[in-house]
């Protein structure tokens, strides 16, 4: 009876393919594929790189220096959050900030918006959307890593 290594459990189970089969698939996580008798670890594309790199960057923050604009954002800068949740809701901000009538979340000139700590800070369209090009941009340069771009700074400089 044939057996094959389980990638997930890591231990070997009856083969459901046949007495002769081997069938070893490659880890979840990428870093190992099996060479017949043993896991090998295996080279990661510079795609796979990038991606890694890209994961970390985006679990973490980017630091937002306002050298006039926002003076409780001044330097050496404020980390905000950017992960999905908080891309989404810089992304949607900005997108009531420009849309044909448009509006902000307080409905006022000012409105605030949370760093990595939750302080707020005091944001006005103008500023905000130079905020939430920054969050595009940085994404938008990580999605050219891959192809030979430069991985991007995690510094937004608001004038």
Do not use: C
């Not at 083969?15 to 002769?20: Q, S, Y």
């Not at 979840?28 to 991606?51: I, K």
């Not at 809701?89 to 009531?96: E, H, Q």
């Amino acid at each position: 009876m044939g057996y094959w290594l389980s990638p997930t459990l890591g231990y070997s189970e009856p083969d459901p393919l046949g007495p002769d089969s081997v069938s070893v698939p490659r880890r979840p996580d990428g870093t190992y594929s099996w060479n017949g008798s043993d896991w090998v670890a295996t080279a990661t594309t510079t795609a796979e790189s990038a991606l890694a790199a890209f994961n970390a960057a985006v679990a973490g923050k980017l630091t937002v220096i306002s050298t006039t604009a926002i003076p409780s954002i001044a330097s050496p800068g404020t980390l905000f959050d950017i992960g999905p949740t908080e891309k989404a809701n810089i992304l949607g901000i900005y997108a009531g900030l420009t849309a044909p009538s448009p509006y902000t979340p307080s409905g006022t000139a000012n409105f605030n918006y949370p760093d990595s700590t939750g302080v707020m800070h005091s944001f006005t369209s103008s500023t905000f959307q130079q905020f939430a090009r920054g969050v595009q941009e940085f994404f938008y340069a990580w999605a050219q890593v891959p192809g030979g771009g430069s991985v991007p700074s995690s510094t937004i400089i608001i004038a």
